[in-house]
């Protein structure tokens, strides 16, 4: 039995990810904020309270105390809108402690004499306009975002670090998403608005831009790649993506008719407001490698996505 450690336990991946690590009977320790606490938390997961953004001391000892084999760094600003909002605490929450925690990993590992392997889930958003499409690891790193720019650096301390002996691995995650997606991302956004209309509690659904398009996939086939890729024989760096991209109306009008409605164009509205100035749209990622290596595919197609994210919100209607 190892000890993990993993930052973000209550985010989409990190639930996944602690579900499967005790199913596995390891000990799993978690980093929470205070503000999650409340929410329910697996009973055998070791909660420690502590943000990201948080002295660099108090990350670097709660490794030290924690010591654990494998450290998956999940936690951290997922939001490329937010990053413009705010790309003083993104690079805090998601460059400056990733470089700690990787920091306190090479120095444990030194010290204990024993490997500590580190996952850092690194962004398509690193390729920011990419140059060619389908992205694969060798694609030039050029972000447009902060939220990408600071994915970006992390990125490239995990492979510094590695340089240096220290067994990282970096998934360069393209969109994954679940129901367990927070309503802020475009694809949570439809599917509870649909589920509502369907139910009779609203009559619109209200979007941005509906030929923006994105390479969606299935949050816990993302969290299988990074176990895998962790626990795999060499460190690297791995595309993990389904390599097919789908526009926001593919994925609206796959929604509507998943609960029987097939003439859903009246019921969208476009609000400029919703549009952003900058938006990647040829973000598709090639897995060839996560696939040769690591024997990844993925397992849940796009309408079953959409039909699997449609069924939870009427589930809990
Ligand atoms: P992102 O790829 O990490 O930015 O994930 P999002 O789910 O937030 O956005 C995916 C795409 O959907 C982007 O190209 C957005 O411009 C587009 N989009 C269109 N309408 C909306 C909307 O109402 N909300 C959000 N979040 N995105 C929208």
Sequence with gaps: MSVALVTGATGQDGSYLVERLLAE???????????????????????????????????????DRVSPDELYN???????????????????????AAVVLLDAARRLQERRGREVRVLQPSSAEIFGEPAES????????????????????????????????????????????????????VTRKITSTVAAIAAGRADRLVLGNLDARR?????????????????????????????????????????FRHVGIDDWARLVEVDPAFIRPADPSLLVGD??????????????????????????ERAAE
């Design 215 to 255: 390479d969606w996939g299935w949050a816990p086939d993302y969290v299988d790649a990074m176990v895998r890729a962790l626990r795999h024989d060499e460190p690297g760096d791995y595309v993990v993506a389904t390599g097919e991209a789908h526009s926001v109306h593919d994925f609206v009008g796959a929604a």
């Design 25 to 63: 009977g390891h000990e799993v320790h978690g980093l929470v904020r205070r503000e999650d606490l409340g929410g329910s938390l697996p009973a055998d997961l070791v909660v420690h309270e502590l943000d990201l953004a948080s002295r660099a001391d108090d990350l670097a000892g709660l490794v």
């Design 74 to 96: 999940l936690g951290g600003i997922s939001s490329v809108a937010h990053s413009w909002a705010d790309p003083v605490l993104t690079a805090r929450v998601s460059g400056v």
């Design 287 to 312: 897995a060839t490698r996560a696939r040769e290596r690591l024997g990844w595919v993925p397992t849940v197609t796009f309408d079953d996505l959409v039909a699997r994210m449609v069924d939870a």
């Design 134 to 185: 389908p992205q694969n690891e060798a694609t030039p790193v050029r972000p447009v975002s902060p939220y990408g720019a600071t994915k970006a650096f992390a990125h490239h301390l995990a492979g510094l670090e590695r340089s240096r002996g220290l067994f990282t691995a970096s998934v360069i995650l393209y969109n994954h998403e679940s129901p367990r997606r927070p309503p802020t991302f």
